[in-house]
């Protein structure tokens, strides 16, 4: 009897979240500065992929929620519209931490209501890759496939000001990083990317003025 209650109420394991998967999760959609940005979350089984590989979602959490995908597809499509949505809601958030603006109550808000419905984080328990947090079985809603995504923004969030949190300097790109540098001075979200791009518009820039 304590067994089968112990495995019914403490049914998942779920991986404490990186300190920045919050913002891996933003990233998904990238060059959003250009009228058409890149979104890589294209459907239900985009998002589920990515939740395997990047999240620590529970795996029975995820099979479930894939079993059920091919048998309900409008709730399946709004669950996705769902998860893009609360997407947004942490991207508008951090932009405004990085800014130094205020954050909105609307997206604050939401962002809450999400966490409330997450699964309760009932003990730290050991797993193959580390320590992780058992959990109440849950449906595979949306809060709850995406609880370590949640449960890493209000981490975050909590503590945003004392961490160099920054938005990439090419106004095209727009990603959302942590700046790790000694003098907290980066600007870019990968030198060799963002960074080379912006030094050839700068010598582009140059090379035409001294032509003129």
């Not at 990515?50 to 959490?61: D, I, N, V």
């Not at 998860?83 to 932009?95: D, G, N, S």
């Not at 419905?117 to 995406?146: C, E, M, N, S, Y």
Request: charged share 25%.
């Amino acid at each position: 009897m304590a067994a089968a209650e112990h495995s019914r109420n403490h049914g998942l394991a779920l991986a404490a979240p990186a300190e920045d998967l919050c913002l891996a999760f933003i990233n998904t959609r990238y060059w959003r500065g250009r009228a058409e940005p890149t979104e890589t979350l294209r459907n239900f089984d985009d998002l589920l992929v990515w939740l395997e590989r990047h999240s620590g979602s529970a795996p029975a959490l995820i099979s479930g929620a894939r079993a059920r995908a091919g048998e309900h597809p409008a709730a399946t499509a709004r669950a996705a519209k769902e998860a893009i949505a609360l997407r947004e809601t942490i991207y508008r958030i951090f932009t405004a931490i990085a800014a130094g603006e205020t954050v909105m109550a609307s997206d604050l808000e939401q962002l809450n209501r999400a966490l409330a419905l997450t699964p309760p984080r009932l003990r730290l328990i050991r797993g193959a890759k580390g320590f992780g947090w058992a959990a109440h079985d849950a449906v595979p809603t949306i809060p709850a496939l995406l609880a370590p995504v949640l449960w890493s923004a209000a981490d975050l969030l909590t503590y945003a000001d004392n961490r160099r949190l920054r938005r990439c300097a090419n106004e095209e790109c727009l990603w959302l990083f942590m700046d790790h540098s000694k003098g907290g001075t980066r600007r870019w979200c990968d030198m060799n990317s963002c960074g080379n791009r912006a030094k050839a518009k700068r010598h582009y820039a140059r090379s035409k003025r001294a032509g003129a």
